[in-house]
């Protein structure tokens, strides 16, 4: 168990719609990234938390939003999903930058 | 940005054999991080090694920081060692994101 909770564990939802994946982090770490992880593109950052600040954005569609919140825990919110969104998000935790980063178990989205 | 590339993509072995996995990187990191991705899609983790050697059971690595890549050794393999192996690394600067290779799926046969 890596101590980062990942909510729901699996969604399934058509496009169109709007999901909101959530992410608590390890006790302790200031850091939250998300990745995504599809057939096509491999394992992806999208985008970097540090104490409710963005820190650093990667491959995120406009469609894709996140935020930290002060209890540290963090969000991702996807609108408009289209049938390419469908794929295993992932979030890590870490205690700051340059330091391991630990997995949750992911978040499987299937759009039909 | 950084690349990363891992060998062999492919590779079946016996249960018992050992295995050597390869990760090379086209910069100098500050993380370098080996996954297994089991079955049911998890990533664990197995070392953050980004110089020297680490040992944990069956399984060690070691990177060599100046010549930019990193090794990953498993012995006496056993089944439940199957999946995809990843290595991770994140790059200089303030970049802190991690950046994954496309991964060695790994089948130990009994």
């Known amino acids: 168990d890596s101590g980062v909770t990942q909510t729901p564990k699996h969604l399934i939802t058509a496009t169109g719609q709007r999901v909101t994946l959530r992410c608590s982090p390890r006790?302790?770490?200031?850091?939250v990234y998300w990745y995504q992880q599809s057939l096509d593109q491999g394992l992806q950052f999208l985008i970097q938390?540090?104490?409710?600040?963005?820190?650093a954005k990667g491959n995120i569609l406009e469609r894709f939003s996140a935020q930290q919140f002060p209890d540290l825990h963090s969000e991702l919110n996807l609108s408009s999903l289209e049938l390419g969104d469908s794929a295993l998000y992932f979030c890590?935790?870490?205690?700051?930058?340059?330091?391991?980063?630990?997995f949750g178990d992911g978040t499987r989205l299937s759009i039909l | 940005g950084i690349q990363v590339e891992q060998s062999p993509p492919d590779l079946i072995l016996q249960e018992g054999a050992n295995s050597t996995l390869r990760c090379n990187f086209s910069d100098s990191v500050n993380n370098l991080q080996w996954f297994h991705q089991n079955p049911w899609g998890q990533l664990i983790n197995l070392f953050y090694?980004?110089?020297g050697t680490k040992q944990n059971g069956r399984l060690s690595a070691t990177t060599v920081a100046t010549e930019r890549y990193s090794l990953l050794y498993i012995s006496s393999s056993q089944t439940t060692d199957s999946g995809v192996y990843f290595c991770?690394?994140?790059?200089?600067?303030?970049?802190?994101?991690?950046?994954f290779g496309k991964g060695t799926l790994l089948t130990v046969n009994p």
């Open positions: 890590a935790s870490s205690v700051g930058w340059r330091q391991p980063q630990h």
């Open positions: 090694i980004p110089s």
């Open positions: 006790s302790g770490d200031l850091s």
């Open positions: 991770a690394v994140e790059g200089g600067g303030s970049n802190y994101k991690l950046t």
């Open positions: 938390y540090y104490n409710g600040e963005e820190r």
